[in-house]
Protein backbone atom coordinates (compact mmCIF):
# COMPACT_ATOMS: atom_id res chain seq x y z
CA UNK A 1 0.00 0.00 0.00
CA UNK A 2 1.25 3.72 -0.31
CA UNK A 3 -0.15 6.84 0.35
CA UNK A 4 -3.08 7.33 2.10
CA UNK A 5 -6.00 4.70 2.15
CA UNK A 6 -9.05 4.43 3.73
CA UNK A 7 -11.44 1.70 4.61
CA UNK A 8 -14.30 0.97 4.20
CA UNK A 9 -14.82 2.84 0.74
CA UNK A 10 -18.82 2.64 1.22
CA UNK A 11 -20.71 2.74 4.64
CA UNK A 12 -24.54 2.56 5.19
CA UNK A 13 -25.74 3.05 8.68
CA UNK A 14 -28.78 3.37 10.71
CA UNK A 15 -28.93 6.12 13.63
CA UNK A 16 -28.41 4.08 16.31
CA UNK A 17 -25.61 2.11 14.77
CA UNK A 18 -22.15 2.22 15.98
CA UNK A 19 -19.23 1.52 13.20
CA UNK A 20 -15.56 3.38 12.42
CA UNK A 21 -13.35 5.03 9.49
CA UNK A 22 -10.13 3.70 9.81
CA UNK A 23 -7.19 5.54 7.97
CA UNK A 24 -3.73 4.72 7.42
CA UNK A 25 -0.78 6.67 5.86
CA UNK A 26 2.66 5.07 4.77
CA UNK A 27 4.20 8.15 4.16
CA UNK A 28 6.00 8.76 7.34
CA UNK A 29 4.10 11.69 8.43
CA UNK A 30 3.74 13.02 11.69
CA UNK A 31 0.38 15.04 11.42
CA UNK A 32 -3.60 13.45 10.23
CA UNK A 33 -7.29 15.09 9.64
CA UNK A 34 -10.23 14.39 9.13
CA UNK A 35 -12.35 16.34 7.01
CA UNK A 36 -16.19 16.56 6.36
CA UNK A 37 -17.10 16.62 2.56
CA UNK A 38 -20.71 17.56 1.82
CA UNK A 39 -22.34 18.37 -1.64
CA UNK A 40 -21.96 21.89 -2.30
CA UNK A 41 -19.92 22.89 0.54
CA UNK A 42 -16.40 23.18 1.16
CA UNK A 43 -14.13 20.70 2.35
CA UNK A 44 -14.51 21.10 6.53
CA UNK A 45 -11.75 20.12 8.95
CA UNK A 46 -13.05 18.05 11.46
CA UNK A 47 -10.11 17.07 13.97
CA UNK A 48 -6.09 17.09 13.67
CA UNK A 49 -3.67 14.53 15.30
CA UNK A 50 0.16 16.27 15.24
CA UNK A 51 2.32 13.46 17.12
CA UNK A 52 -0.69 12.00 18.14
CA UNK A 53 -2.05 14.52 19.91
CA UNK A 54 -5.20 16.11 19.25
CA UNK A 55 -4.25 19.47 18.57
CA UNK A 56 -7.71 20.41 16.86
CA UNK A 57 -11.46 19.79 17.29
CA UNK A 58 -13.22 22.05 15.13
CA UNK A 59 -16.52 22.20 17.12
CA UNK A 60 -17.60 18.63 16.25
CA UNK A 61 -20.45 17.15 17.83
CA UNK A 62 -19.33 14.37 20.49
CA UNK A 63 -20.80 11.09 17.95
CA UNK A 64 -18.02 11.77 16.03
CA UNK A 65 -14.90 10.17 18.40
CA UNK A 66 -11.58 10.23 16.59
CA UNK A 67 -8.76 8.22 17.82
CA UNK A 68 -5.15 8.02 16.62
CA UNK A 69 -3.29 5.27 18.59
CA UNK A 70 -0.19 6.03 16.28
CA UNK A 71 1.03 8.16 14.18
CA UNK A 72 0.68 6.49 10.80
CA UNK A 73 -3.23 5.57 11.68
CA UNK A 74 -6.42 7.48 12.44
CA UNK A 75 -10.05 6.47 13.38
CA UNK A 76 -13.12 7.96 13.50
CA UNK A 77 -15.65 6.32 15.53
CA UNK A 78 -18.93 7.06 14.48
CA UNK A 79 -21.94 6.46 16.73
CA UNK A 80 -26.12 7.68 16.81
CA UNK A 81 -25.53 9.76 13.93
CA UNK A 82 -28.15 11.61 12.10
CA UNK A 83 -28.92 11.82 8.62
CA UNK A 84 -27.46 15.15 7.64
CA UNK A 85 -23.79 13.58 8.73
CA UNK A 86 -24.02 11.92 5.02
CA UNK A 87 -20.83 13.08 3.91
CA UNK A 88 -17.74 12.20 2.33
CA UNK A 89 -15.19 11.65 5.30
CA UNK A 90 -11.47 12.36 3.71
CA UNK A 91 -8.40 11.55 5.67
CA UNK A 92 -5.37 13.42 4.84
CA UNK A 93 -1.45 13.51 6.39
CA UNK A 94 1.21 16.06 6.03
CA UNK A 95 4.72 16.52 7.73
CA UNK A 96 4.62 19.62 10.11
CA UNK A 97 7.79 20.93 10.52
CA UNK A 98 9.03 22.44 13.46
CA UNK A 99 9.76 25.95 13.98
CA UNK A 100 7.94 28.96 14.92
CA UNK A 101 5.90 28.94 11.98
CA UNK A 102 5.65 25.66 11.38
CA UNK A 103 6.09 25.19 8.04
CA UNK A 104 3.38 23.82 6.19
CA UNK A 105 4.36 20.87 4.01
CA UNK A 106 1.48 19.63 1.70
CA UNK A 107 -1.15 17.49 2.66
CA UNK A 108 -1.97 14.04 0.77
CA UNK A 109 -5.28 12.81 1.07
CA UNK A 110 -6.94 9.04 0.88
CA UNK A 111 -10.00 8.24 -1.44
CA UNK A 112 -12.10 8.65 1.09
CA UNK A 113 -15.28 7.10 2.64
CA UNK A 114 -18.36 7.96 1.28
CA UNK A 115 -21.34 7.63 4.06
CA UNK A 116 -25.05 7.60 4.22
CA UNK A 117 -26.79 7.37 7.17
CA UNK A 118 -30.51 6.44 6.99
CA UNK B 1 -10.41 34.26 10.63
CA UNK B 2 -9.27 33.34 6.99
CA UNK B 3 -10.98 32.45 4.02
CA UNK B 4 -11.07 31.55 0.47
CA UNK B 5 -13.34 32.67 -2.11
CA UNK B 6 -13.93 30.87 -5.67
CA UNK B 7 -16.16 32.76 -7.28
CA UNK B 8 -16.46 30.34 -10.65
CA UNK B 9 -18.72 26.94 -9.67
CA UNK B 10 -18.09 25.26 -12.93
CA UNK B 11 -16.02 26.46 -16.03
CA UNK B 12 -15.82 24.49 -19.46
CA UNK B 13 -12.63 24.42 -21.82
CA UNK B 14 -12.26 22.85 -25.39
CA UNK B 15 -9.11 20.28 -25.35
CA UNK B 16 -5.90 21.88 -26.20
CA UNK B 17 -6.99 25.52 -25.08
CA UNK B 18 -6.20 27.13 -21.93
CA UNK B 19 -8.32 28.18 -19.11
CA UNK B 20 -7.66 30.47 -15.68
CA UNK B 21 -9.50 29.31 -12.65
CA UNK B 22 -10.04 32.16 -9.89
CA UNK B 23 -9.25 32.56 -6.15
CA UNK B 24 -9.20 34.79 -3.97
CA UNK B 25 -8.29 34.27 -0.33
CA UNK B 26 -8.28 36.53 2.91
CA UNK B 27 -5.84 36.13 5.66
CA UNK B 28 -4.48 38.75 8.16
CA UNK B 29 -1.04 36.80 8.49
CA UNK B 30 2.09 37.55 6.45
CA UNK B 31 3.56 33.94 6.37
CA UNK B 32 0.79 31.56 4.44
CA UNK B 33 0.38 29.05 1.61
CA UNK B 34 -1.80 28.52 -1.06
CA UNK B 35 -2.60 25.06 -3.12
CA UNK B 36 -4.87 23.35 -6.11
CA UNK B 37 -6.29 20.53 -5.18
CA UNK B 38 -7.78 18.44 -7.92
CA UNK B 39 -10.64 16.36 -7.44
CA UNK B 40 -11.48 13.65 -10.20
CA UNK B 41 -14.94 11.67 -10.52
CA UNK B 42 -13.14 8.87 -8.37
CA UNK B 43 -12.67 12.00 -5.62
CA UNK B 44 -9.16 11.01 -4.55
CA UNK B 45 -8.24 14.72 -3.78
CA UNK B 46 -4.39 15.28 -5.76
CA UNK B 47 -2.24 18.21 -5.00
CA UNK B 48 -1.60 20.45 -8.31
CA UNK B 49 -0.11 23.37 -7.42
CA UNK B 50 1.25 25.08 -4.44
CA UNK B 51 3.14 28.32 -3.68
CA UNK B 52 4.52 29.99 -0.27
CA UNK B 53 3.61 33.22 0.05
CA UNK B 54 7.35 34.41 0.57
CA UNK B 55 7.94 33.73 -3.22
CA UNK B 56 7.56 36.00 -5.16
CA UNK B 57 7.67 33.75 -8.43
CA UNK B 58 4.90 32.24 -9.78
CA UNK B 59 4.80 28.47 -9.58
CA UNK B 60 4.63 26.52 -12.01
CA UNK B 61 4.50 22.95 -12.94
CA UNK B 62 3.98 21.32 -16.21
CA UNK B 63 0.92 22.76 -17.92
CA UNK B 64 -0.13 24.18 -14.49
CA UNK B 65 1.32 27.91 -13.47
CA UNK B 66 -0.47 30.36 -11.01
CA UNK B 67 -1.16 33.53 -10.88
CA UNK B 68 -0.09 35.05 -7.93
CA UNK B 69 -0.77 38.78 -6.79
CA UNK B 70 -0.29 38.58 -3.25
CA UNK B 71 -1.60 42.65 -2.77
CA UNK B 72 -4.53 41.45 -4.53
CA UNK B 73 -4.92 38.23 -2.50
CA UNK B 74 -5.46 36.32 -5.60
CA UNK B 75 -4.21 33.07 -6.62
CA UNK B 76 -5.52 31.75 -9.91
CA UNK B 77 -4.72 28.61 -11.81
CA UNK B 78 -3.71 28.47 -15.48
CA UNK B 79 -4.23 25.20 -17.21
CA UNK B 80 -2.40 25.16 -21.02
CA UNK B 81 -3.13 23.04 -23.51
CA UNK B 82 -5.80 20.97 -21.43
CA UNK B 83 -6.91 17.83 -21.71
CA UNK B 84 -9.43 15.17 -21.05
CA UNK B 85 -7.99 14.24 -18.19
CA UNK B 86 -7.97 17.43 -16.48
CA UNK B 87 -11.70 17.52 -15.89
CA UNK B 88 -12.29 17.78 -12.06
CA UNK B 89 -13.74 19.40 -9.40
CA UNK B 90 -10.64 21.83 -8.38
CA UNK B 91 -10.04 23.72 -4.53
CA UNK B 92 -8.00 26.32 -3.79
CA UNK B 93 -7.15 26.01 -0.33
CA UNK B 94 -5.40 28.55 2.36
CA UNK B 95 -2.87 27.46 5.28
CA UNK B 96 -1.96 30.23 7.41
CA UNK B 97 -1.12 31.57 10.64
CA UNK B 98 0.50 29.85 14.07
CA UNK B 99 -1.05 26.26 12.95
CA UNK B 100 -0.70 26.49 9.28
CA UNK B 101 -1.58 23.47 9.07
CA UNK B 102 -4.92 23.81 9.20
CA UNK B 103 -6.19 23.75 5.52
CA UNK B 104 -9.44 26.26 4.58
CA UNK B 105 -11.03 24.93 1.04
CA UNK B 106 -13.02 26.94 -1.03
CA UNK B 107 -15.93 25.50 -2.79
CA UNK B 108 -14.41 24.45 -5.99
CA UNK B 109 -14.98 24.61 -9.62
CA UNK B 110 -16.11 21.86 -11.79
CA UNK B 111 -14.26 22.22 -14.57
CA UNK B 112 -15.62 20.64 -17.95
CA UNK B 113 -12.93 19.40 -21.19
CA UNK B 114 -14.83 19.54 -23.95
CA UNK B 115 -13.42 17.12 -27.46
Known amino acids: ETGVTQTPRHLVMGMTNKKSLKCEQH?????MYWYKQSAKKPLELMFVYNFKEQTENNSVPSRFSPECPNSSHLFLHLHTLQPEDSALYLC?????????????????FGPGTRLLVL | AQTVTQSQPEMSVQEAETVTLSCTYD???????LFWYKQPPSRQMILVIR??????QNATENRFSVNFQKAAKSFSLKISDSQLGDAAMYFC????????????FGKGTLLTVNP
Open chain 1, 92 to 108: ASSQVLGGASGGQETQY
Open chain 2, 93 to 104: ALASGGSNYKLT
Open chain 1, 27 to 31: LGHNA
Open chain 2, 51 to 56: QEAYKQ
Open chain 2, 27 to 33: TSESDYY
